[in-house]
């Protein structure tokens, strides 16, 4: 692989990487599709067997990512009607205030359905804050598979 190949790989995986944290970026799919990229122009041995290594790992990270905020917020007696007025809060919220609204509104949405749905500030924010955490952890373990495929990546570029 050329040196500019691997430079514009390795951008595409640091917008992967990006894509884990910013909304509407599919970040872990832009990553193995990096690693994707550079295994088929390589074709040696370790190419491949970071491709098969990286996808078991990012297929364990959607699991894993959709599991522990779930057990959580069972947890913690928040409903799937939540999250059905905060999706379409934070549409709302995108066509709103464009781009950043799309967070703001889901937060608002979350808060004001558990408002409704618990009678008071108080517990509605502990609820709120019980689901951002949640969301937050899964982000956390998103990204951290995704640096460990980058890091893979870049060791086996290194050694090469």
Do not use: N
């Not at 190949?5 to 990553?31: A, D, E, F, S």
């Not at 996808?55 to 069972?74: F, G, N």
């Not at 007696?77 to 205030?97: E, H, M, P, Q, S």
């Not at 008071?120 to 640096?147: K, Y």
């Amino acid at each position: 692989m050329a040196t500019w190949q691997l430079v514009l790989c390795g951008l595409v995986m640091l917008l992967g990487l990006v894509g884990v944290v910013v909304p509407g970026l599919p970040g872990p799919v832009i990553v193995w599709a990096a690693v994707l990229w550079w295994s088929l122009t390589e074709k040696t041995g370790p190419a491949w067997a970071l491709l098969v290594g990286a996808t078991a790992l990012l297929l364990l990270d959607q699991a894993v990512k959709w599991l522990l905020p779930a057990r959580r917020m069972r947890g913690a007696g928040i409903t799937r009607r939540t999250f059905l007025l905060a999706g379409i809060a934070g549409i709302v919220g995108f066509f709103v205030i464009p781009v950043i609204g799309a967070p703001v509104g889901f937060v608002a949405g979350i808060y004001g359905a558990e408002r409704h749905r618990l009678g008071g500030h108080g517990d509605a924010w502990l609820s709120t804050r019980t689901v951002m955490r949640a969301i937050g952890i899964s982000v956390l373990v998103e990204l951290f598979a995704c640096l460990l495929v980058a890091g893979g990546w870049l060791a086996a570029v290194v050694l090469h």
